[in-house]
């Protein structure tokens, strides 16, 4: 069936919200004293902070919590136009309007924006990055890339959905997108390059949950298998038994970034920001030698490009943590020997992991990431 081109205008709700992404630190008089917090965006391969730090709507995470007044939207009336661009209903700026187009006469801009609309701005995760001087040419991150609506009545309910407002508080998908229509009356459609969640089967909290399957979100909320790639034309196969709803632990796929969402009930079983840099306070109180150097180590709490004698590292084959010395190095491969056990492989710094929302349970960091040594709890890690 050709649809030709389709409008669906969606009013304010007064049941639900997008407080996407509220921030925590922004004082604001006009905020309750007691602020009724929904949960936490964090995007993954940031420990607590972006390399170059944490500034406005581009930050590491985000919390969501509940406005004054609900600005969520929902599903209204629906009709058909033939010239979406000149309509009113696009071109009102009160009004909220959702427009999907089969032909357009210009490319889709992939990438993150940071105009008003948005509220979390999401930039291309590029793994091993610890300045953030590595830039992307052309990114796969949609420019409104998808909203979240949370109950207002309950907390516990946030919902995800493909695509977000832009400026004029419209949702335009692209030529390239996915787009249907259900039974000959709803319309609904997938973004370019889609909007995947995985939710974890069992508790988050507690390390016992496992990896359940990425699925994909459309814009009207419905779930679907995925593609057979990425960006592929064929939308999957309807999940009757998954929902849109996030879950504590929940893994978001922007394509360029993924985000993790942590429950306000969730975040409250995680240890805080102050009981990781008590448990760093701790070691480093013991004061740890290395074995070779005989020097005292010390666990830092931020990544430094500088070469430091009391910078422990740890040789990843054996997990053994020693200083800085050349002892045992191979100089054609960078590998090193352990002086322990002589196991040679190579060699990383160790970090504290200091982000809150990736510990599954409180306890000493006795364990480390392979192969980028940031320390955490046992079940943390594994």
């Known amino acids: 069936m050709n649809f030709g081109n389709f409008i669906i205008l969606i009013t304010l709700s007064d049941g639900t919200e997008s407080p996407i992404l509220e921030e925590q630190e922004s004082a ?22 972006l390399p170059q730090g944490d500034r406005g709507r581009r930050r590491s995470k985000f919390m969501l919590s509940k406005r004054p007044v609900s600005n969520g939207v929902k599903r209204s009336r629906h009709y058909v136009v033939k010239t ?86 419209n949702i335009f998908l692209g030529e390239k997108a996915t787009k249907w229509q259900e039974n000959g009356r709803e319309i609904d459609g997938l973004t370019t390059n889609g909007v995947l969640i995985m939710h974890p089967r069992g508790s988050f909290c507690g390390g016992e949950a496992k990896c359940g399957y990425w699925l994909e979100t459309s814009v009207g909320g419905g779930v679907f298998s995925l593609r057979e790639s990425r960006s592929a034309q064929q939308k999957g196969q309807v ?21 993790l969402w942590r429950s306000a009930e969730g975040l409250a079983k995680s240890p805080s920001k102050r009981d990781l840099e008590r448990e760093i306070d701790e070691i480093n109180a013991g004061r740890p030698q290395c074995p070779v150097g005989l020097n005292t180590l010390v666990i ?44 040679l492989g190579p060699v990383v710094k160790v970090f504290m992991g200091l982000e809150p929302a990736f510990y599954v349970d409180s306890g000493p960091p006795t364990f480390a990431f392979n192969p980028c040594g940031h320390m955490a709890t046992e079940k943390t890690v594994k």
Not at 29 to 46: D, F, H, N, R, T
Not at 241 to 257: E, K, M, S, Y
């Open 28 to 49: 604001n008089s006009e905020k309750p004293k007691q602020l009724i917090k929904y949960g936490e965006l964090v995007i993954l391969g940031y420990n607590g902070f």
């Open 84 to 169: 979406p661009h000149s309509s009113q209903a696009i071109l009102d700026a009160n009004q909220h309007s959702i427009s999907y187009t089969l032909s357009r006469n210009h490319a889709v801009i992939i990438g993150r924006s940071s105009e008003s609309p948005i509220d979390f701005v999401v930039m291309d995760t590029i793994p091993g990055d610890k300045t953030g001087e590595i830039k992307v040419n052309q990114s796969t991150i949609s420019r409104f890339a998808c909203r979240i609506l949370c109950d207002r009545t309950n907390p516990k309910i946030a919902r995800i959905y493909a695509a977000g407002l832009d400026t004029s508080r």
């Open 239 to 259: 999940v009757e038994d998954a929902t849109n709803v996030l879950q504590d632990g929940t893994l978001i796929d922007l394509c360029g970034a993924t985000l």
């Open 300 to 343: 830092p709490r931020r990544v430094s490009p500088n070469e430091n004698q009391q910078q422990p590292y740890v040789y990843l084959n054996c997990g053994h943590v020693q200083g800085l010395h050349d002892w045992g190095q191979d100089k054609d491969t960078g590998s090193r020997k352990c002086p322990i056990c002589l196991e």
